[in-house]
């Protein structure tokens, strides 16, 4: 067990429609990150933010955007849903920016668009 | 801009044999390297990474990686197989450039199978 935490593990929903995944980082760790899995894509970073401020953008749709929260737990919603947006979502939290710092990744939600 | 390259999406092994498990890199700048290895259904987990200082790293589980710069290269290995290693390996790159962001950069994976 990582320490991260993401709700939910798995969601279902059709094309068209906005989703919303959550990620509760390590306590104490102020950098959350999230990436998506696919079988055609990979493992691809997505964005970071660090304490509450917006760090880096990686291969993120326009229809997709992040947040992180006072509380710094982190939200990554999911706009104008296709079916290539199918994939695993994974978060990861480091306990500061800085690539020496490991980066711990949660479970991860499936996300099945129909 | 970084890039993973992994040799061979699927590697198997006998249990007690040799693993090597190949692992490529580009980086304009000093990279910063990891391998993760990942289970079926899980997220996932930190077997070791080099940042600086000594080439070669030893991680969990018995696994360590030497980094190469000449060859840019940093090769998982681990002398004797066990059946629980059976899982998706995933070398990743960070090329810290300063400013505090580092999302990483992640090969391909490779699925490594244990013949009993």
């Known amino acids: 067990d990582s320490g991260v935490t993401q709700t939910p593990k798995h969601l279902i929903t059709a094309t068209g429609q906005r989703v919303t995944l959550r990620c509760s980082p390590r306590?104490?760790?102020?950098?959350v990150y999230w990436y998506q899995q696919s079988l055609d894509q990979g493992l691809q970073f997505l964005i970071q933010?660090?304490?509450?401020?917006?760090?880096a953008k990686g291969n993120i749709l326009e229809r997709f955007s992040a947040q992180q929260f006072p509380d710094l737990h982190s939200e990554l919603n999911l706009s104008s849903l296709e079916l290539g947006d199918s994939a695993l979502y994974f978060c990861a939290s480091s306990v500061a920016a800085g690539s020496i710092k490991t980066q711990y990744f949660g479970p991860g939600t499936r996300l099945l668009v129909l | 801009a970084q890039s993973v390259t992994q040799l061979g999406s699927h590697v198997s092994v006998s249990e007690g044999a040799l693993v090597l498990l190949r692992c490529n890199y580009s980086s304009s700048v000093p990279p910063y390297l990891f391998w993760y290895v990942q289970y079926p259904n899980q997220g996932l987990q930190l077997l070791l990474k080099y940042t600086t200082g000594a080439t070669l790293v030893k991680g969990i589980n018995g696994f360590e990686a030497e980094f190469k710069k000449s060859e840019t290269s940093f090769h998982l290995t681990k002398p004797s197989a066990h059946m629980s290693d059976a899982a998706e390996y995933f070398c990743?790159?960070?090329?810290?450039?300063?400013?505090?962001?580092?999302?990483?950069?992640f090969g391909k994976g490779t699925h490594l199978i244990i013949q009993p």
């Open positions: 933010y660090y304490n509450g401020e917006e760090r």
């Open positions: 990743a790159v960070s090329a810290y450039s300063g400013g505090g962001a580092d999302g990483l950069t």
């Open positions: 306590s104490g760790d102020l950098s």
